[in-house]
Protein backbone atom coordinates (compact mmCIF):
# COMPACT_ATOMS: atom_id res chain seq x y z
CA UNK A 1 0.00 0.00 0.00
CA UNK A 2 1.43 3.17 -0.64
CA UNK A 3 2.12 5.64 1.86
CA UNK A 4 0.92 9.03 1.73
CA UNK A 5 2.47 11.25 4.16
CA UNK A 6 4.78 14.03 3.83
CA UNK A 7 7.49 13.44 6.60
CA UNK A 8 10.57 16.14 7.81
CA UNK A 9 13.05 14.18 5.50
CA UNK A 10 11.44 14.61 2.62
CA UNK A 11 11.68 18.21 2.55
CA UNK A 12 14.47 19.74 1.04
CA UNK A 13 15.94 22.34 3.76
CA UNK A 14 19.74 22.28 2.59
CA UNK A 15 21.20 25.29 1.77
CA UNK A 16 23.86 23.80 -0.63
CA UNK A 17 21.67 21.20 -2.62
CA UNK A 18 19.01 24.40 -3.46
CA UNK A 19 22.11 26.31 -4.62
CA UNK A 20 23.04 23.10 -7.02
CA UNK A 21 19.56 23.20 -8.21
CA UNK A 22 18.93 26.64 -9.38
CA UNK A 23 22.66 27.50 -10.02
CA UNK A 24 22.50 25.33 -13.15
CA UNK A 25 22.03 21.72 -14.44
CA UNK A 26 18.96 21.31 -13.31
CA UNK A 27 15.89 20.72 -16.04
CA UNK A 28 12.49 22.50 -15.73
CA UNK A 29 9.27 22.93 -17.06
CA UNK A 30 5.85 24.54 -16.68
CA UNK A 31 2.28 23.55 -15.66
CA UNK A 32 0.70 26.53 -15.32
CA UNK A 33 0.36 28.03 -12.43
CA UNK A 34 3.69 25.71 -11.73
CA UNK A 35 7.04 25.40 -12.49
CA UNK A 36 9.11 22.46 -11.43
CA UNK A 37 12.90 22.35 -11.33
CA UNK A 38 13.82 19.30 -10.88
CA UNK A 39 17.46 17.33 -10.44
CA UNK A 40 18.84 13.93 -10.45
CA UNK A 41 21.59 13.68 -7.11
CA UNK A 42 23.45 10.82 -6.05
CA UNK A 43 22.27 8.70 -3.79
CA UNK A 44 24.30 9.32 -0.15
CA UNK A 45 22.44 7.67 2.65
CA UNK A 46 20.72 4.70 3.30
CA UNK A 47 17.55 6.47 5.00
CA UNK A 48 17.56 9.66 2.41
CA UNK A 49 14.09 9.53 0.57
CA UNK A 50 14.11 9.41 -3.33
CA UNK A 51 12.94 12.57 -3.62
CA UNK A 52 13.11 15.62 -2.16
CA UNK A 53 10.36 18.84 -2.26
CA UNK A 54 10.99 22.20 -1.98
CA UNK A 55 7.74 24.44 -2.43
CA UNK A 56 7.88 28.42 -3.15
CA UNK A 57 5.43 31.19 -3.59
CA UNK A 58 6.91 34.34 -4.21
CA UNK A 59 6.37 37.54 -2.02
CA UNK A 60 6.04 39.28 -5.54
CA UNK A 61 2.87 36.97 -6.33
CA UNK A 62 1.06 37.28 -2.82
CA UNK A 63 1.89 40.43 -0.67
CA UNK A 64 -0.07 38.26 2.43
CA UNK A 65 1.37 35.72 4.26
CA UNK A 66 -1.75 34.40 4.36
CA UNK A 67 -2.26 33.62 0.73
CA UNK A 68 1.08 32.13 0.21
CA UNK A 69 0.55 29.74 3.00
CA UNK A 70 -2.69 28.35 1.03
CA UNK A 71 -1.34 27.89 -1.89
CA UNK A 72 1.72 26.11 -0.28
CA UNK A 73 -0.56 24.00 1.48
CA UNK A 74 -2.36 23.15 -1.85
CA UNK A 75 0.51 22.14 -3.55
CA UNK A 76 2.10 20.00 -0.69
CA UNK A 77 -1.22 18.26 -0.34
CA UNK A 78 -1.59 17.64 -4.01
CA UNK A 79 2.10 16.61 -4.04
CA UNK A 80 1.37 14.41 -1.12
CA UNK A 81 -1.44 12.54 -2.47
CA UNK A 82 0.43 11.67 -5.88
CA UNK A 83 4.05 11.33 -5.06
CA UNK A 84 4.24 7.67 -5.58
CA UNK A 85 3.91 8.08 -9.37
CA UNK A 86 7.43 9.66 -8.82
CA UNK A 87 8.42 7.67 -5.84
CA UNK A 88 7.51 4.14 -7.47
CA UNK A 89 9.86 5.03 -10.99
CA UNK A 90 12.87 6.63 -8.57
CA UNK A 91 12.61 3.35 -7.07
CA UNK A 92 12.55 1.22 -9.85
CA UNK A 93 15.97 3.30 -11.10
CA UNK A 94 17.54 3.71 -8.02
CA UNK A 95 17.48 7.60 -8.40
CA UNK A 96 17.20 10.31 -6.36
CA UNK A 97 15.64 13.39 -7.48
CA UNK A 98 15.63 16.98 -5.96
CA UNK A 99 12.53 19.35 -6.66
CA UNK A 100 11.41 22.75 -6.44
CA UNK A 101 8.01 23.64 -7.69
CA UNK A 102 7.39 27.37 -7.87
CA UNK A 103 4.05 28.98 -8.20
CA UNK A 104 3.82 31.46 -10.88
CA UNK A 105 0.27 32.96 -10.84
CA UNK A 106 -1.05 36.11 -9.33
CA UNK A 107 -4.29 33.94 -8.56
CA UNK A 108 -5.18 31.48 -6.17
CA UNK A 109 -6.46 28.49 -7.93
CA UNK A 110 -8.78 25.28 -6.84
CA UNK A 111 -7.04 22.33 -5.08
CA UNK A 112 -8.54 19.99 -8.04
CA UNK A 113 -6.84 22.48 -10.33
CA UNK A 114 -3.36 22.43 -8.83
CA UNK A 115 -3.62 18.50 -7.85
CA UNK A 116 -4.15 17.93 -11.50
CA UNK A 117 -1.41 20.22 -12.51
CA UNK A 118 1.22 18.61 -9.92
CA UNK A 119 0.06 15.10 -11.34
CA UNK A 120 1.07 16.18 -14.77
CA UNK A 121 4.41 17.62 -13.63
CA UNK A 122 5.14 14.27 -11.40
CA UNK A 123 4.16 11.98 -14.70
CA UNK A 124 6.46 14.52 -16.91
CA UNK A 125 9.06 13.41 -14.96
CA UNK A 126 8.70 10.09 -15.07
CA UNK A 127 9.25 9.96 -18.83
CA UNK A 128 11.96 12.25 -18.73
CA UNK A 129 13.85 9.84 -16.69
CA UNK A 130 14.44 7.15 -19.11
Known sequence: MAEYTLSKKERLNSKTLIDRLFA????????FP???VYMPIE????????????????KKRFKRAVKRNLVKRQVREAYRKNKHLLLDALASKNKRLVLAFIWLDNNIHSSAEVEEKVKKLLFHIVERLE
Do not use: C, H, Q, T
Open 43 to 58: PAEEDAPAASILISVP
Open 34 to 36: LRV
Open 24 to 31: GGSKSFPA
